[in-house]
């Protein structure tokens, strides 16, 4: 649902479809579009992502959070050197913001002029610092939650995203 939001403006035109049982007139996306998730966490809504727009491009943005500082630090990142599409920034959780300012200025150095940030749930601090350093990119959030923590975690949140999906959580809540 919050991808379908995210592409109200992208522009679709009729095209010529033949299927098994005759020809139609379908829809096709004028405009090149790209999933660039923040690894892990992001990986999981690549798969629904493509359901809806299957021609998309993947690309990966390998950032992780310092513990102590909380800054992002970069390790792996595959997108084009002259990206041109339309990228959509997919990560669970928005919570320093820390991650989606730097997949942002990644993008930006590739030359991605239209990005957007999707993500489940975020903290009004990370809301803060994604529209203070790039107030150009929407950010589509399903909900927002009260605050960070002394961690940086978001309250009440998930925990860590990435760990929980992929069942590797270092900090044990009561519940888990």
Request: proline share 7%.
């Amino acid at each position: 649902m919050l991808l379908y939001e995210a592409t109200q403006e992208l522009t679709p035109v009729e095209c010529p479809v033949t299927t098994p049982m005759g020809s139609t007139v379908g829809k096709v996306l004028v405009e090149e579009i790209a999933f660039a998730p923040i690894l892990r966490a992001g990986l999981t809504m690549v798969d629904p992502a493509m359901e809806m727009i299957p021609t998309a491009q993947i690309w990966h943005i390998g950032l992780y959070r310092e513990e102590e500082t909380l800054r992002p630090i970069e390790y792996y990142t595959n997108v084009p050197r002259k990206a041109t599409a339309e990228a959509f920034i997919l990560d669970p959780m928005l919570a320093t913001g820390g991650s989606a300012v730097a997949a942002v200025d990644i993008l930006k150095k590739s030359g991605v002029r239209n990005i957007k940030f999707v993500g489940l749930i975020a903290a009004p601090e990370g809301i803060e610092r994604l529209s203070s350093a790039h107030p150009e990119v929407p950010i589509h959030i399903a909900a927002v939650d009260e605050c960070l923590n002394e961690i940086g975690y978001i309250v009440p949140g998930l925990g860590d995203a990435g760990d929980r999906l992929f069942g590797t959580s270092r900090h044990r809540l009561s519940g888990d």
